[in-house]
């Protein structure tokens, strides 16, 4: 980690983002397939290659379908992947899940805490689509193991969420949240004052934001130095 201490997390979804990622500066990786909304998990032999590219840490989605719940087949299915990615070498998971009332679902997400002892875990951008997200972050915060919570304010990305997320941010809140989905370079410094210290990159980083270039260097370098100015007020 820099000395700024943020964390930045990089998506990445195949080998050859991991380069851009690692040399540029980030912190962490998050494996994901591209696809609708936030994308879909990887094969276990992927989160493997990946694994064995860097020594970043590296968190996994957990998604099988493009909706913010799960069926008992898919959840079996769910917890078998997470327990090969685990074994496959990632640090962690990320996943999230809501109820047919549109709030955290906490006992589908406790159930399968529960079968990943030990293993930290970042709650998805399923909380911009909740009911009340202030209810929402009541309930994440019971939950063990949580080491972030990846949010843009809406479920419009960060360029309708940006200022409705910022006035959400409390000292407990502060630690875990993560902006990502439309992080643009002018939100940093006014997240950084607020005492965010997690952001996540993924079409800010590719050349013309495209999901089939790869993860640049020099993109992910211009965030680190952006970051880590900010952060220590140069």
């Not at 591209?34 to 840490?57: D, F, K, M, N, Q």
């Not at 998971?93 to 529960?114: K, N, P, R, W, Y």
């Not at 939950?143 to 200022?163: F, H, K």
């Not at 409390?170 to 902006?179: G, H, Q, S, V």
Request: hydrophobic share 40%; charged share 20%.
């Amino acid at each position: 980690m820099s000395a700024s201490g943020v964390v930045l997390e990089v998506s990445v979804s195949e080998p050859r983002d991991v380069a851009g990622a690692a040399e540029g500066g980030a912190d962490r990786l998050h494996v994901v397939v591209p696809g609708p909304t936030c994308g879909l998990s990887p094969e276990p032999a992927l989160v493997s290659t990946i694994g064995r590219e860097s020594e970043l840490p590296v968190f996994v989605l957990l998604r099988l379908n493009d909706t913010w719940s799960t069926t008992g087949g898919e959840f079996a299915r769910l917890i078998g992947l997470a327990e090969d990615y685990v074994a496959s070498g990632a640090t962690g998971v990320a996943f999230g899940f809501l109820d047919g009332d549109l709030e955290i679902d906490t006992e589908t997400c406790s159930m399968l805490l529960g079968r990943l002892p030990n293993v930290p875990w970042t709650f998805t951008r399923a909380i911009d689509s909740s009911l009340d997200p202030r209810r929402s972050w009541r309930r994440l915060l019971d939950l063990p193991r949580l080491v972030a919570v990846r949010s843009a304010g809406s479920p419009q990305g960060m360029a309708v969420g940006y200022d409705d997320l910022l006035a959400s941010v409390t000292p407990a809140i502060a630690p875990l949240l993560m902006p990502g989905g439309g992080l643009a370079a002018e939100h940093v410094p006014w997240l950084l004052k607020a005492g965010v210290r997690q952001l996540h990159l993924g079409a800010q980083v590719r050349p013309g934001g495209s999901a089939k270039a790869y993860v640049d260097a020099t993109y992910v370098r211009s965030w680190r130095t952006l970051v880590d100015d900010q952060s220590l007020g140069r």
